[in-house]
């Protein structure tokens, strides 16, 4: 975990005492179908610990200036709730596009009403998540607006997540996504961003390096999904697909043998 010191012209983030802690909760609980409490609570922890771990990142990137030196027990602290906000913020956002996909396939093939039935149908008579449940689809049964907005939500919320379930297989996993055969280069490893303190972890694949992703970059992605930019078209979002998933890129050998080692013929 060393500092980053390579050429960076994009734009500099804002500082942390520019974000109000409300708006990363916001931006996630305005998605459609969000409004379910117990999804809402997981928004809340996440944006919680946002600002904590805001507040850590500039601790660490203010020692690693005064004190010419990576602060190793600050950075190894700031590694571990790094990653298990990422693997939060992945997983709030995998149930929701989840459901949100579910829900769009029940509008498209008319099964809204049987799907209530059978959810109404389950007891004990007072049960929260199905009660929430059903007053979802029946909303999304009854209002022509939610299912164009929850297919805009999805569309939003694509590149973001892709970002995400990406960075999350190489950190959780040590595997590349999607890539049986190929290795991420450097899994876990991260780089004190010389802007925000925040760790860069590389996207890697064998020995191509296809992006360098933070845990703050990726906060301000979820951000951004309330700030009125136009969504991705069909074209960006296939663009984006095919970069993250090195379409085109050389791939690692279908067969051990290839890194000298015997193939085991039994697999």
Do not use: C
């Not at 805009?152 to 055969?181: M, Q, W, Y």
């Amino acid at each position: 975990m060393t500092d980053q010191d390579d050429d960076d012209t994009s734009e500099v983030p804002r500082s942390p005492d520019d974000i109000p802690s409300y708006e990363l909760e916001r931006a996630l609980a305005d998605l459609t179908l969000m409004d379910d409490p117990f999804l809402r609570m997981q928004i809340t922890n996440l944006t919680a610990t946002d600002q904590a771990l805001m507040n850590l990142e500039q601790q660490v990137l203010h020692r690693l200036v005064d004190e010419e030196r990576t602060p190793i027990d600050d950075t190894i602290i700031l590694l571990a709730f790094s990653q298990m906000w990422l693997f939060g913020a992945y997983e709030l956002l995998r149930t929701w596009r989840q459901r949100a996909k579910d829900f769009e396939k029940l509008h498209a093939n008319g099964g809204i009403d049987l799907k209530i039935a059978a959810l109404a149908a389950r007891g004990p008579k007072v049960h929260p998540v199905r009660d929430v449940r059903i007053e979802q689809l029946k909303e999304l049964r009854d209002d022509p607006d939610v299912i164009k907005t929850l297919r805009d939500d999805l569309r939003r919320t694509h590149i973001p997540f892709r970002l995400l379930e990406t960075l999350r297989v190489s950190l959780a996993k040590h595997e590349v996504s999607g890539k049986k055969n190929a290795l991420p280069y450097a899994s876990g490893y991260g780089r004190i961003n010389r802007y925000t303190g925040s760790l860069d972890f590389e996207i890697s694949m064998d020995h191509i390096i296809l992006d360098v992703v933070s845990r703050r970059g990726i906060a301000d992605a979820l951000r951004a999904f309330s700030d009125g930019t136009p969504l991705p078209d069909d074209d960006t979002i296939k663009s984006f697909d095919d970069y993250i998933s090195g379409v085109g890129l050389p791939t690692a050998p279908e067969s051990d043998a290839a890194f000298g080692d015997e193939a085991d013929p039994s697999e």
